[in-house]
């Protein structure tokens, strides 16, 4: 599609994804103090966008990307704040929340995981090729909605028709299981033999099989190996070595949460330089087609607009000039100029390193998957070392300031892989990525407006870190700042995740030697190790899905129409996810949705339901 016949960023696209943007900002930040997760807003954006824009007698397909790219920079970034800044009330350094501070934090973070991933977008989406499934998502979602619109004829995929019904199946699925409570989230148990606990399960979400379905069966069968690694080896032998208490599931539960999770932080720190080191050469690659594009457009060149990336000495001057009000935050924590001038070069090496991480991520397994957390707790443990080593155990600051460089890393992680999600979604759509790239600016700097409000009003109503809004990432952070200064941090795990992912890097360079098609690329499975294990096998369910249709001789066509109804899929719990949050953030009162227990066994029927459903449209011939 040519953009040229298109405007894209015009005032009412601009003024709605602003809007869009802090209101999602604000209803993401609330569910994920209360749930301890966000829900991916690409979709909901779109979709949003296509509603109130088809009321102006102009609108484009690019206006609602523009849109949907301002709008998810909201979700993103409220979830880079919620998982950090709050463990600074926890740790008392804060008694509130101070509004300034947490609005410069945001935006800091925020604009610099948008710079920092300019030259990643032809490096990941143009070179690596990966698959982005929420990218992909979106851009079918606004595919379909424009073909709507102008009436298009149906090319036997059916359409908005196959995104509409599927998005019906997966929001009702939601609310009947969020909202009205009428069965669990997930499926899972676990049995003891011997001494060792072996667990299992899944969680009953359509959109996580949507995601594996994308992704394909590769990627599936790896986050699953990942996750089995955790729950078939690791707790079975923690399990039978140190002995547990009381039910097994709960226990494994336990295990899995305070020990053997660290094995992904290893795993994915170790994978995460891995990664970069792959990438150095398309990323150098990718620098230096930013820099012809400048050239070429000094000298008048043409280049084309779905090529043009914001040009990268703009970028490097923005990044430079950041550097300063970066630099000060730490000194008003730190008051020593050298530690705060550390501290500046660490979170900008982080910064980067964990941008392109979360950039991988996202995809390889989606923004909603992305192990955003993860990469934060690499960042606050090395910052907490490093402040130990110059401070000592005595210091009343260091594991304030640990955090504070984990919040504007985890901004701009999660920023990062919204902005790559977003750009997959342009680059399909033939969009201009650095119009896009403004977009995600503007965005983040909307959202960073209204964030330290609402956990000012939140933490004023129910006390953020309270059974009301138990806040359990930001808790997470406390706990491993506060850790390595008290000597309470299971370094061995993330030590052996490490030795795992070395592992994983040998099997997959002699993958590459042989020739083979069966990849194994480290993060995949590092992810699958942090993720708990029912989070990994719909997703590898969804992979299957997407090999075995193709394998019984589905059409092309009915590749397609898998596509649609994975994004249909997607985006009704997406958007309904939002919906059953939003009478839960007006009135503050979690019991607002009536209960109807008693429908445990509906969920999992419904759920093999979709399975079935999803398998049969793929494999038409």
Request: with cysteine.
């Amino acid at each position: 599609m040519s953009n040229k016949q298109y405007p894209e960023i015009t005032i009412k696209a601009v003024l709605l994804g602003i809007l869009l943007s802090m209101i999602l900002a604000g209803a993401n930040a609330y569910l994920g103090l209360f749930a301890g997760m966000t829900v991916s807003a690409s979709i909901p954006a779109a979709v949003i966008s296509m509603g109130v824009l088809s009321l102006f007698k102009k609108s484009n397909i690019l206006e609602n990307n523009i849109v949907q790219t301002a709008a998810s920079a909201g979700e993103s970034l409220a979830a880079g704040v919620i998982f950090t800044i709050p463990a600074l009330v926890l740790l008392g350094y804060w008694t509130t929340f101070d509004y300034v501070e947490v609005a410069k934090i945001a935006a800091i973070g925020g604009v610099i995981g948008v710079l920092f991933t300019v030259p990643l977008r032809r490096a990941l989406i143009v070179t690596a090729k990966l698959k982005y499934p929420e990218g992909v998502a979106t851009a079918e979602v606004l595919r379909a909605g424009d073909e709507a619109r102008k009436g298009a004829a149906d090319d036997g995929s059916g359409g908005l028709k196959t995104i509409g019904l599927a998005s019906l199946v997966g929001g009702v699925m939601k609310v009947c299981q969020q909202g009205f409570a009428m069965w669990h989230a997930e499926m899972a148990g676990a049995a003891v033999v011997g001494k060792s606990i072996f667990g299992i399960g899944t969680d009953l979400s359509p959109a996580l099989i949507s995601v594996g379905y994308i992704v394909g069966r590769n990627i599936g069968i790896l986050v699953v190996a990942g996750g089995l690694i955790s729950w078939a080896i690791a707790i079975p032998i923690y399990s039978a070595m140190v002995g547990f208490e009381g039910d097994a599931l709960d226990s494994a539960w336990n295990i899995w949460n305070s020990k053997i999770r660290y094995l992904g932080v290893g795993a994915m720190v170790v994978g995460g330089v891995w990664s970069l080191i792959k990438l150095f050469k398309p990323l150098v690659e990718g620098i230096k087609a930013s820099l012809d594009a400048v050239k070429n457009r000094s000298s008048d060149k043409d280049v084309p607009l779905e090529e043009q990336d914001m040009p990268f000495n703009y970028v490097a001057i923005a990044l430079l000039a950041l550097l300063v009000p970066v630099f000060l935050l730490y000194l008003d924590i730190i008051g020593s100029v050298g530690i705060a001038a550390l501290l500046s070069v660490v979170m900008m090496v982080f910064g980067f390193l964990f941008s392109a991480v979360a950039a991988y991520m996202a995809g390889v397994v989606g923004s909603s998957n992305n192990p955003i957390s993860g990469v934060t707790i690499a960042t606050i443990l090395f910052a907490s070392l490093l402040l130990l080593a110059i401070l000592g155990t005595g210091s009343g600051v260091g594991a304030a300031s640990a955090i504070m460089v984990g919040a504007v890393v985890c901004c701009a992680a999660a920023i990062g892989g919204d902005n790559l999600q977003d750009l997959k979604a342009g680059h399909i759509l033939g969009a201009t990525p650095w119009k896009q790239q403004v977009m995600q600016i503007v965005g983040t700097l909307a959202a960073a407006v209204v964030l330290g409000l609402v956990l000012d009003i939140l933490h004023t109503a129910y006390t953020i870190g309270s059974p009301t809004l138990s806040a359990p990432q930001a808790t997470l952070m406390k706990s491993v700042a506060d850790g390595v200064f008290t000597g309470n941090l299971p370094w061995n795990f993330v030590y052996m995740g490490g030795v795992v992912a070395i592992i994983l890097i040998l099997i997959d360079l002699r993958q590459e030697k042989v020739g083979s098609d069966f990849r194994v690329p480290v993060l995949a499975v590092a992810v699958g190790i942090y993720l708990p294990i029912t989070l990994t096998v719909p997703i590898f369910i969804g992979g299957m899905i997407n090999h075995l249709g193709k394998k019984a001789g589905g059409s092309k066509s009915s590749e397609k129409r898998g596509l649609l109804m994975a994004s249909g899929l997607i985006t009704g719990e997406a958007l309904m996810g939002i919906l059953v949050a939003v009478p839960i953030f007006l009135t503050g009162q979690k019991d607002w949705w009536p209960n109807f227990d008693g429908f445990g066994l509906v969920g999992p029927a419904l759920f093999i339901g979709v399975i079935y459903w999803v398998y049969k449209s793929v494999s038409k011939k």
